[in-house]
């Protein structure tokens, strides 16, 4: 975790996948906000069904499409920051069933 100097902190994390996809997932708090980055890089292309959790609820539910060309997909969310420490989890299923997923905890204080 690094923080800036303006109490920014930035997280970054690898996700576990199967087959031949990788994630990995950025988490930025900064100003009451967490902004949180998904990159998947897969060569399954195809409409991925994507799930954001924070603090153990669902706050997001998407489709992304995969492309070759792109050599796989991100995602962008922005988050509320609660008070303490906030658990950040995504999930994602590509249209063969293979799954990624990555998940953090970050703190703004």
């Given amino acids: ?3 800036d100097d303006d109490e920014r ?3 970054r994390v690898e996700g576990v996948c199967g087959r031949t996809s990788a994630a990995r997932l950025r988490l930025r ?6 902004r949180v980055d998904l990159r998947v890089r897969t060569s399954t292309r195809g409409r991925w069904r994507l799930a ?3 603090e153990r609820r669902i706050v997001r539910r998407a489709r992304v499409r995969a ?17 303490g420490p906030d658990a950040v989890r995504l999930r994602a299923a590509s249209p063969r069933g ?3 997923s990555a998940a953090a905890t970050v ?3």
């Fill in 107 to 109: 703190s703004a204080s």
């Fill in 98 to 100: 293979e799954t990624c």
């Fill in 9 to 11: 902190v930035d997280l």
């Fill in 1 to 3: 975790m690094a923080r």
């Fill in 67 to 83: 492309t070759r060309a792109g050599r796989g997909f991100r995602y962008r969310v922005v988050l509320p920051d609660y008070a």
């Fill in 52 to 54: 954001v959790l924070h």
């Fill in 29 to 34: 708090a900064d100003d009451g906000r967490i």
